[in-house]
């Protein structure tokens, strides 16, 4: 039984560019939350989606970034325009509605 | 809201006792307690319900006053391998999860 698998674990980005984030859940699990995450800082809290719909995405800039959990396939997580102050490590972590969230490995995102 | 995590940092030597508080300025419904370790992901440690549970896992416990609006994380008998960063996360039902700042915890030989 696979845990959530986010791909890529590094990326490199060059300013203004585009980059994606994906996150699969664990089998049956029907929610994601994603989080950001800086060196030696906490999780902070992005985005939380169900299969197809946002349920709160309070934690988002709200330019650049956007995310989705479609209904077949994986969530993405997507910046735009990618600047350096982007760089950090992104979480996710799935779950069933409550109960306990599991994170993927993170991804790693670099821009230069 | 983000839960308010005490202490910050914590040094401890092998086999000592530590305490890591998390409060919270709403009423708790419920309350995950991960750890993580440098350059990995957050491990899942253990989720308490609002009730006053108590629960365990090996030599570390978690206690929940919903009264206090507060959970505090229990490890005895610290061994090198607690060593990491342990976050409580606040979850309201189906609303979404959110963590502490974290608190960092040296076991030291």
């Known amino acids: 039984n696979a845990g959530v698998m986010q791909n890529p674990r590094h990326l490199v980005r060059r300013r203004g560019q585009e980059a994606r984030l994906r996150c699969s859940p664990m089998k049956g699990h029907s929610h994601v939350y994603w989080y950001r995450q800086l060196p030696e800082e906490g999780l902070k809290f992005m985005v939380y989606?169900?299969?197809?719909?946002?349920?709160?995405e309070s934690g988002m800039p709200k330019e650049r970034f956007s995310a989705e959990f479609p209904k077949e396939g994986p969530s993405i997580l997507r910046i735009q325009q990618v600047v350096r102050g982007d760089s950090a490590a992104y979480f996710c972590?799935?779950?069933?509605?409550?109960?306990?969230?599991?994170f993927g490995q993170g991804t790693r995102l670099t821009v230069v | 809201q983000q839960p308010v995590q005490s202490p910050q940092a914590v040094i401890l030597r092998e086999g000592e006792d530590a305490v890591i508080n998390c409060s919270s300025s709403k009423a708790l419904y419920s309350v995950h307690w991960y750890r993580q370790k440098h350059g990995e992901a957050p491990v899942f440690l253990m989720i308490l319900l609002k009730g006053g549970e108590q629960k365990g896992h090996e030599k570390i416990s978690a206690s929940f006053n919903e009264k206090k609006q507060q959970s505090s994380l229990y490890l005895t008998a610290s061994q090198l391998s607690y060593s990491g960063t342990y976050f409580c996360g606040l979850k309201e039902g189906a609303q979404k999860l959110v963590f502490g700042q974290g608190t960092r915890l040296t076991i030291n030989p």
């Open positions: 972590a799935s779950s069933f509605q409550t109960g306990e969230a599991f």
């Open positions: 989606l169900q299969k197809e719909n946002i349920i709160d």
